[in-house]
């Protein structure tokens, strides 16, 4: 049983950072992709960043050039820097992964609340 284990979040003042962190616990890891989702309150749940196998990282376009995404899918953990927080930025952000076990598995973290106060 694969869990992701999220921490970093908290209340920060607009202009400030954060450094979100997700590492995997269970069995192997060896994921395909990781990613940071994010989620504020009446609204969808949207991709922030992501990084394949490869290395390959993507950024929504909200936080381009102020979000840098960083990771290991074969050691299961990806870390997410946070600079320049705006209050747009409020919202429950979480860990996800995703693995081939001959079908695709998706992981989810239990979510970690990031606060940004103007």
């Known amino acids: 049983q694969v869990h992701l284990v999220e921490s970093g979040g908290g209340l920060v003042q607009s202009g400030g950072s954060l450094r979100l962190s997700c590492a995997a616990s269970g069995n192997s890891h060896m994921f395909n992709s990781m990613a940071w989702y994010r989620q504020a309150p009446g609204k969808q749940r949207d991709l922030v960043a992501s990084?394949?196998?490869?290395?390959?990282?993507t950024y929504a376009d909200s936080v381009k050039g102020r979000f840098t995404l960083s990771g290991d899918t074969a050691k299961g953990t990806v870390d997410l820097q946070m600079n320049s927080l705006t209050t747009e930025d409020t919202a429950v952000y979480y860990c996800a992964a995703k693995q081939w076990r001959f079908k695709w598995i998706d992981y989810w973290g239990q979510g970690t609340q990031v606060t940004v106060s103007s």
């Open positions: 990084i394949l196998s490869g290395g390959t990282t």
